[in-house]
């Protein structure tokens, strides 16, 4: 329920930030991230962790993970603002997809066939979601250039985030998730003021008001998707994320009129099935090193 709950209010931040419309994506990754800040703050006073969640050894570490996050961020926004909801949202599908193959690039980690193969069924499910667009190239239509751009950042994105999420992966042998997500927060807040110079614009009080609400609403997401993996394996709660397909369905629909397409809907479906298969595969090997480690003789 928490991780449902998580991505619920995931969604409804992607519907906040398109519902603003044309805004720099760096003034809205500043507000996504500085009123994340708020309810972050909040949650840790309340577990008294407060006063030890900014302590770190690693400070260079987690402005790299800053740096690489708020590059994936920008690049989803921009993506958010120029395709449909549910479009955007399935194409970061391609993250957890990319994780496994930038795992075996970068860390040298063994990938058998089985997830291989997942991942290659996976693209290609991408690619079907991403073909309207990517054949309007030839079309010259400004609406066609701007839905081809969207989904070039949205695959963008999803590439970086996965770049992010090996970084990640390295902070949380050592780091409390706490100080993860506060450094992040604070991190990008300040990187995304360097984006002032290049055009921030005056915003309509709605506007301004849609952008805090997607800012708190990124922070209290983070707090239920961490509060979810500490009640459940990972394993159980990561098939979850995709529940935010039907959302964005529903939300595009009901919010921005956005009808899904056939190509949407089958390639959604395809990465969604090899994303969960990720999933499990991952899981019977964690159950597999498990058993071995039981049944090792001890040393010395």
């Known amino acids: 329920m928490l991780k449902i709950m998580s991505v619920a209010v995931f969604v409804g931040m992607a519907s906040c930030i398109k519902a603003a419309g044309a805004v720099p994506v760096g003034q809205i990754a500043f507000f996504r991230s500085f009123f994340a800040i708020f309810p972050i703050i909040v949650f840790l006073a309340f577990q008294g962790k407060l006063g030890t969640a900014f302590s770190t050894k690693r400070p260079l570490n987690h402005i790299a993970r800053g740096v690489v996050g708020v590059c994936a961020m920008g690049l989803g926004f921009f993506a958010l603002t120029r395709l ?25 980690e063994a990938i058998r066939v089985y997830r291989w193969s997942a991942v290659a069924v996976g693209l290609v499910g991408v690619l079907i979601i991403s073909w309207p667009e990517l054949t309007l190239l030839s079309s010259g239509a400004a609406l066609g250039d701007q839905e081809v751009l969207g989904v070039i950042a949205a695959l963008a994105g999803a590439a970086i985030s996965a770049v992010a999420m090996l970084l990640v992966r390295n902070l949380v042998q050592s780091e409390p998730t706490a100080t993860i997500v506060l450094w992040f927060s604070v991190t990008a807040s300040v990187l995304a003021l360097f984006s002032l110079p290049f055009g921030w614009q005056s915003l309509a009080p709605v506007q301004a008001g849609l952008l805090v609400a997607a800012g708190f609403c990124g922070g209290l997401a983070q707090i239920l998707m961490t509060a979810a993996y500490r009640h459940a394996e990972a394993s159980v709660v ?8 039907l959302l ?46 039981q049944a090792a003789p001890p040393q010395g």
């Open 238 to 245: 990561a098939p979850f994320e995709y529940t935010s397909m």
């Open 84 to 108: 449909p909801l549910p479009e955007a949202i399935t194409l970061n599908y391609a993250q957890p997809l990319l994780v496994v193959v930038f795992s075996s690039i970068f860390l040298g």
């Open 248 to 293: 964005g369905i529903v939300v595009g629909y009901l919010a921005f009129g956005d009808v899904p397409t056939v190509h949407m809907l089958i390639g959604g479906l395809i990465v969604v099935a090899a994303g969960i298969f990720i999933i499990w595969r991952e899981r019977q090997l964690g159950l597999e090193r498990a058993r071995t480690r």
